[in-house]
């Protein structure tokens, strides 16, 4: 039975821990996984009820935190190093730069026979500038060489790292695009709508307009802050919803409550909601979702929304071209300004017939494409292949 040992930088929502939770808890009977996580930042919501909902147990290692802290990280290595001692991993499986880098260093450092790592987003782009964006692929090209293989998400994330950065060759480098379940995005769509829309006061003549992720500074919020500023001066009944938490979460409502004075609006047009644990309920009350980002991997974010079958506008970056069909299933804004966004915003509130369509679209668009099924099943090919090169 070939036992994996499987790390997560932090167990916060997004898309590593849904990566994990469903190759922990449906990859064959033949493998024995362990589950290795660290602690959510305070104001991230935790993922523990991911989870518990697939009857997954789990490890969390409270000092193994997002910000690099000498002594915690230390703390955090020597933990690893003693559950790979205990468990005797055939294959230590990483996910995303924290455990990416305690994690392999210990699998080497512990004789752990295969090391795989999956980048489910980069930091070559929009975190860090000079010596420090040196010093991080410096880093990452040398944890590269101890790693039997790299996993990228998608096919532009595998360009960005082999080819752009130079992090990793070629050859080490495998496309397995994340999985997810997205049933629940389409059942009982009407009672969901009318849920959400009950709860937060949207009429049936409103358009709601929803941004979905962390309050972090690669995420742009004041980006879609400031257009939507530009399209709710034209369109009165529309209202917007910023879904999720972080450090940032007094900067932005300072920002929207400038931007609204200036604009003549009324700065309860859009609502800062927190965390929605039950997103597939906030996906049927919206119309249309926006993404901002500077840096993305694969947007879950989008994911989930095209699986609800909500048309998506959406900055250029990352893998978004591989999960979005531009003009089908939502608009890619090349632009970052916010005349643009807000330009691409305003064609969707004015095009119900067009929302729809795409709408149709991007459900046939991502159901079978990022199916949790599809997950499993390339991952354990890939695994069998690492064991038994020969075969």
Not at 69 to 96: G, K, S
Not at 303 to 324: H, K, L, M, Y
């Amino acid at each position: 039975m070939p036992r994996i040992l499987r790390i997560i930088n932090r167990y916060n929502i997004g898309g590593p821990t849904y990566n994990a939770a469903y190759l922990s808890k449906f990859l064959p009977p033949e493998y024995s996984t362990t589950l290795v996580g660290g602690s959510p930042q305070p104001h991230e919501a935790h993922s523990g009820f991911i989870l518990d909902q697939l009857e997954v147990q789990y490890i969390e290692i409270p000092e193994m935190g997002r910000s690099v802290r000498l002594l915690d990280d230390l703390r955090a290595f020597r933990q690893i190093c003693a559950l790979i001692r205990l468990h005797q991993p055939d294959i230590v499986h990483t996910h995303a730069a924290k455990a990416g880098a305690l994690g392999r260093v210990a699998a080497r450092w512990c004789g752990v026979p295969v090391v795989v790592h999956t980048y489910h987003g980069h930091v070559f782009d929009g975190y860090f500038t000079g010596l420090k964006n040196r010093l991080v692929k410096w880093t990452e090209r040398l944890l590269g060489r101890m790693t039997t293989a790299i996993i990228a998400i998608s096919p532009i994330q595998k360009q960005q790292i082999t080819s752009q950065h130079r992090i990793v060759p070629e050859r080490k480098t495998h496309v397995i695009p994340l999985g997810f379940d997205l049933s629940r995005f389409s059942a009982s769509q009407d009672i969901k709508r009318q849920t959400f829309r009950t709860n937060f006061g949207i009429q049936d003549n409103e358009l709601a307009i929803g941004i979905i992720g962390r309050l972090t500074a690669i995420k742009q919020h004041e980006l879609f802050l400031d257009a939507f500023a530009r399209v709710a001066k034209t369109h009165e009944r529309v209202k917007a919803f910023v879904i999720g938490d972080g450090e940032r979460m007094h900067e932005l409502q300072a920002i929207w409550k400038t931007l609204a004075t200036q604009s003549g609006i009324n700065e309860e047009r859009l609502t800062f909601t927190s965390w929605i644990k039950s997103i597939d309920v906030a996906l049927a009350g919206l119309d249309i979702v926006a993404m901002t980002s500077i840096n993305e991997g694969t947007p879950v974010s989008l994911i989930e929304a095209q699986a609800a079958s909500r048309p998506v506008v959406t900055t250029e970056v990352g893998g978004v071209a591989d999960c979005v069909e531009d003009g089908r299933t939502g608009l890619i804004v090349r632009s970052h300004g916010a005349e643009a966004f807000a330009q691409a915003l305003d064609r969707l509130i004015i095009r119900p017939d067009e929302r729809a369509a795409m709408g149709r679209l991007g459900h046939a668009h991502v159901v079978e494409r990022y199916s949790y099924h599809r997950l499993v099943k390339d991952m354990d090919e890939l695994y069998r292949q690492l064991l038994d090169p020969a075969r």
